[in-house]
């Protein structure tokens, strides 16, 4: 039996929430296999941790996570606590030092679900957008001096370097080459950049060369905006910065329906160091303990673990559950326009996991996987 050892980090909010419903899933999907299994250790991690003990995570933290196979995450930040401290002490604590440098971000309209672009469809937005994940405008270079006094400065730098950009680049059209349409848009301002973002350009080029059989185009981030509202059939891979890309998935996951669906997986491709998969909605202090917030983020995060794991027909019939039960309107959450809870989609795809060995009276596998929670 293959065994992997995940850990769990709920965080804060509706993390918590999203965060057990994801291994109600991941338990029945994998007792259904009854071929992999996987051991959950939890981490307790967070703005609780920090509010009481001073620290978002151990000192040790990173190190810690090293020996898991991958890191299930749920959301951070709490009303009381500034955000830019959440952020720099827990998920960027722990996505820097693991080198998590490819953060996979896919943006697709599922069933049941609608766009609110007039003329977006299933068929016609279905994007994966690459984002640069530890350099660039989030490299934490910078500081402040003169507080308080009128000449009090500020600098946020930006720092790019070749081998950053390159390995984002040969990432994002390895990925662009591995899907059908072999389609790569890389997103620059080197009109107004002219340094970092003019090196972004030339690496992109150079690295091009490598990937004849990718078309590729280059796209000003401004302009992105209007393509990605107005012509989303002509997007299918796009490679950004930190900062770009940030901004640039928000208007997908928008476009593509609603933040509570869109997962994000980051990713360290040489697998020296275990990958971390979330939900891109955030930690939701106005819905938290309403038991409303929409699982299918952290489900869809989960089938991309899984296949990062090398579990495909696992992440298959996760994806397959996931699109049978947003086809039903009646397990639209909230955000969606429902009111359907958390609870109630989790049953749906826990029972859609199911389905197919009810169907084959696959009497063994359906006792295995009778319901149990992690
Ligand atoms: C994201 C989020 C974070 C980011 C926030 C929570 C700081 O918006 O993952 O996209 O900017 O990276
Ligand atoms: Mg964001």
């Not at 959301?75 to 830019?84: I, N």
Request: glycine share 8%; with cysteine.
């Amino acid at each position: 039996m293959r065994t992997y050892k995940i850990a769990a980090i709920p965080g804060d909010g509706i993390g918590k929430e999203v965060i057990s419903a994801g291994l109600e899933a991941l338990a029945v999907l994998s007792e259904c296999s009854g071929e992999f299994q996987l051991n959950f250790e939890h981490f307790d991690w967070g703005s609780e941790r920090y509010k009481s003990r001073g620290a978002f995570m151990p000192a040790n933290g990173t190190e810690q996570l090293e020996s898991f196979d991958a890191i299930l995450f749920g959301a951070v930040g709490a009303p009381d606590v500034p955000d830019h401290l959440s952020l720099w002490g827990l998920r960027l604590a722990i996505c820097q030092p693991l080198d998590q440098y490819a953060n996979v971000r896919p943006a697709r309209i599922l069933p049941g679900i609608g766009s609110p672009l007039r003329n977006a469809t299933a068929q016609n937005l279905d994007w994966v957008i690459v984002r640069e994940n530890t350099e660039g405008e989030y490299s934490g270079q910078g500081g402040r001096s003169h507080r308080g006094l009128p000449e009090e400065v500020a600098t946020e730098v930006s720092v790019f370097t070749r081998n950053g950009i390159e390995r984002i680049m040969r990432f994002a059209f390895a990925l662009a080459r591995s899907r059908p349409r072999k389609l790569l848009t890389v997103v620059t301002k080197s009109n107004a950049q002219r340094h970092a973002m003019v090196l972004w350009d030339e690496i992109a080029a150079q690295v091009a060369a490598d990937f004849p059989d990718v078309a590729w185009d280059k796209m000003l981030v401004d302009a992105m905006t209007v393509r990605m509202t107005m012509q989303p059939e002509t997007i299918d891979t796009v490679v950004a910065t930190n900062l770009h890309a940030d901004i640039l998935s928000d208007l997908a996951a928008a476009l593509a329906g609603s933040i509570g669906i869109a997962p994000t997986a980051n990713i360290n491709p040489e697998r020296r160091f275990p990958s971390m998969f979330e939900p891109i909605h955030g930690s939701a202090f106005d819905i938290t303990g309403k038991g409303v917030a929409n699982p299918i983020g952290t489900f869809w995060s989960a089938v991309m673990m899984l296949d990062h794991l090398g579990e495909p027909k696992a992440a298959a019939s996760l994806m397959q559950a996931i699109e049978q039960v947003t086809a039903d309107p009646a397990f639209h959450t909230p955000d969606l326009g429902g009111t359907a809870t958390t609870s109630s989609v989790t049953d749906a795809v826990v029972d859609a996991i199911r389905r197919p060995l009810v169907r084959r009276f696959d009497r063994t596998a359906l006792d295995r996987c009778a319901r149990s929670s992690p």
